[in-house]
């Protein structure tokens, strides 16, 4: 798809940090049920451990990234704190069944920690990612799911035990094995479904659209109204109609 006009020039942060915060905390709410919901029909324990564990790790996770954004920046953020929040819950979601509440704070603190380090790489790269999602889901869900070869209890939903719990290194082997399976469908799976997109209805819309906004392009109109003439459309750019009672100027003749 290629970067958006004006990236690594114009500022492009959130327009609405409430909204930001709203949505993290439906997503951690949400990601409740996504754990934890689909083994509380069973009378084996493993529901309320990946529910605590799934607390546990957000909250270490957004600790971690504040902390590290602190030391980093100089400042706390509530963008951060969301940022981190979601780290932590990608990265306890492959590990939420196999390590123990403990582990999972280990596992949510190291993953606030690196993908907040992996979200500024895309400056260092120069790709752009307006969603943080390689810095986020892609780097938290490949530390969530080798940590496992090193938290894993054996005690919880599987017998495998991890490098910290003596298990060796052949867990860890295998958690490598799979994040590098997945990841090499996913880049086939998405890089077809890219190509047809491309082929087809097109992947970007034109540098006009953009530049116009393509909620004013697909929709006529906007969710904000900058101009201060109402109605929802984009900011005016003409200068604004002489008003008719003013009184007219007199004119200069010369003789």
């Known amino acids: 798809i290629g970067k958006r006009i004006g990236f690594k020039k114009d500022p492009m942060?959130?327009?609405?940090?409430?909204?930001?915060?709203?949505?993290?905390?439906?997503?951690?709410?949400?990601?409740?049920?996504?754990?934890?919901?689909?083994?509380l029909?069973?009378?084996?324990?493993?529901?309320?451990?990946?529910f605590l564990n799934t607390q546990v790790a957000t909250a270490a996770a957004v600790l971690g990234w504040l902390i590290y954004e602190k030391l980093r920046h100089g400042s706390f953020t509530t963008l951060g704190a969301a940022s981190g929040a979601v780290s932590g819950l990608v990265a306890i979601t492959p590990a939420g069944g196999s390590v123990s509440p403990l582990g999972a704070i280990a596992v949510g603190a190291i993953a606030g920690v690196l993908c907040a380090m992996a979200v500024g790489l895309k400056y260092k790269f120069g790709y752009d990612d307006s969603l943080d999602v390689v810095?986020?889901?892609?780097?938290?869900g490949i530390i969530g799911s080798i940590l496992v070869g090193f938290f894993a209890t054996g005690g919880v939903q599987s017998d495998a035990k991890g490098l910290f719990y003596g298990g060796g290194v052949e867990q860890l082997g295998k958690q490598i094995v799979g994040v590098v399976a997945v990841l090499a469908y996913s880049l086939v799976v998405s890089?077809?479904?890219?190509?047809?997109?491309?082929?087809?209805?097109g992947m970007r819309v034109s540098e006009d659209d953009e530049i116009s906004g393509i909620d004013q392009v697909e929709h006529a109109e906007t969710a904000y109204d900058f101009s201060g003439t109402g109605g929802g459309s984009v900011a005016r750019t003409t200068a604004?109609?002489?008003?008719?009672?003013?009184?007219?100027?007199?004119?200069?003749?010369?003789?």
């Not at 709410?29 to 919901?37: D, I, K, P, Q, V």
């Not at 029909?41 to 990946?50: F, L």
């Not at 810095?135 to 938290?140: E, N």
Request: charged content about 15%; cysteine-free.
């Open 41 to 50: 029909g069973n009378d084996d324990g493993v529901g309320a451990v990946m």
């Open 240 to 255: 604004p109609a002489t008003d008719p009672t003013a009184a007219p100027k007199a004119k200069k003749v010369d003789a």
């Open 135 to 140: 810095g986020v889901h892609l780097v938290g």
């Open 13 to 39: 942060r959130p327009h609405s940090l409430p909204l930001v915060m709203l949505g993290a905390a439906l997503l951690w709410f949400g990601w409740f049920g996504f754990n934890a919901g689909s083994w």
């Open 191 to 201: 890089g077809l479904i890219a190509l047809v997109l491309h082929k087809t209805i």
